[in-house]
Nanobody, 115 residues
């Protein structure tokens, strides 16, 4: 069973940047979709960005132009570059991967945007 481990979260001021990385313990070549969700307290988990094995990318409207997702099948990683961060981006960010009917999740990493 492939495991996902996120890193790169932390505290940043509004307007700042963070880069989240999701490292898989095995090959991600067979995962059709990989991406990032986030969940703020009292709010439903929200899909932030996803990338397919074919390279198709989608973002939630609120992060378009600020976040960039990238997938490296050779390194078995999926990264999320987050620029121009806003307080409303504060959440726990979860990496996920889909293969067939199975979805696996990372443990989450906290991102806090505050002055």
């Amino acid at each position: 069973q492939v495991q996902l481990v996120e890193s790169g979260g932390g505290l940043v001021q509004p307007g700042g940047s963070l880069r989240l990385s999701c490292a898989a313990s095995g090959s991600i070549n067979n995962f059709y979709v990989m991406g990032w969700y986030r969940q703020a307290p009292g709010v439903q988990r929200e899909l932030v960005a996803k990338v397919t094995s074919g390279g198709a990318i989608n973002y939630v409207d609120s992060v378009k132009g600020r976040f960039t997702i990238s997938r490296d099948n050779a390194k078995n990683t999926v990264d999320l570059q987050m620029n121009s961060l806003k307080p409303e981006d504060t959440a726990v960010y979860y990496c996920y991967a889909v293969r067939g009917f199975n979805t696996i999740w990372g443990q989450g990493t906290q991102v806090t945007v505050s002055s």
